[in-house]
Each structure stands twice: as structure tokens, then as C-alpha cells.
């Protein structure tokens, strides 16, 4: 493969692959429903990125994010006319970036 093999530095302390079984209550029609589920480990200053492993028409998840320490929040979309139960005891795969730096350090507005 062309390029180099030295990873670049940029400004995430750790990066981390976590999945969850989860089972989602209901989401009910035309709306989004925020739900929560214990992760141990997660701090609030990390970036989340989830993945469901099933498609389901008409759901949708639009945010995830820490909520609290140890607690990922997962907010569900159901753009249809009836609720919509998320498939039951899924293993859901979440991506975690950790900043570098002290908790409650700002980061930077761009990158130069």
C-alpha cells in the first residue's frame, strides 16, 4: 500500500471499540426518544459514535453521547405513523475517542 506508516498525532488520548447487548424500550410514533444504558468506564468528556447491527424501517438513531459517567445516551428516531420496539438483546458496537488532556480542557474550534 502507497504512503507512509507512521500514525499521525493529533489530539485523542485513547480510542475505543466497546459493544453492549442492549435492548431499547419502545419508540413511539413521530418522535425521538433518548435512552439510557450503563457503560462502565465512559467519562463525559468522550466522543461516541454507535452502530446498531439491524435495520429497522422507519428507526433511526440521530445523537449518542455521555450522559453522566459510566451512562451512554442513545437518541432514537421513529419517523413513523406507529411506535417502533428496537430488536431485543442486540449487540450494539460503539466507538470512543478520548481527548488528550485534562478532563474539562477546551478544545481547539480548528485544526491548524
Given at each position: 500500500?502507497?504512503?507512509g506508516?507512521s ?17 431499547p ?6 418522535t425521538?426518544s433518548?435512552?439510557?444504558f450503563?457503560?462502565p ?6 466522543s461516541?459514535?454507535?452502530n446498531?447491527?439491524s ?8 445523537n449518542?453521547r455521555a450522559s453522566a459517567a459510566?451512562t451512554?445516551?442513545i437518541?432514537f ?5 406507529a411506535g417502533?420496539?428496537p ?5 450494539y458496537?460503539?466507538e470512543?475517542?478520548?481527548?488528550d488532556g485534562?478532563p474539562g480542557?477546551v478544545?481547539?474550534?480548528a485544526?491548524?
Amino acid at each position: 500500500m502507497p504512503g507512509g506508516t507512521s500514525l499521525g498525532y493529533g489530539n485523542i488520548k485513547n480510542s475505543f471499540m466497546v459493544q453492549l447487548t442492549l435492548t431499547p424500550a419502545i419508540v413511539n410514533a413521530n418522535t425521538t426518544s433518548e435512552q439510557t444504558f450503563a457503560l462502565p468506564g465512559l467519562l463525559t468528556i468522550d466522543s461516541i459514535t454507535v452502530n446498531k447491527p439491524s435495520h429497522q424501517a422507519g428507526l433511526g438513531i440521530v445523537n449518542c453521547r455521555a450522559s453522566a459517567a459510566n451512562t451512554v445516551a442513545i437518541e432514537f428516531m421513529n419517523n413513523t405513523g406507529a411506535g417502533i420496539t428496537p430488536t431485543a438483546a442486540e449487540i450494539y458496537v460503539f466507538e470512543i475517542n478520548r481527548p488528550d488532556g485534562p478532563p474539562g480542557a477546551v478544545l481547539p474550534s480548528a485544526i491548524v
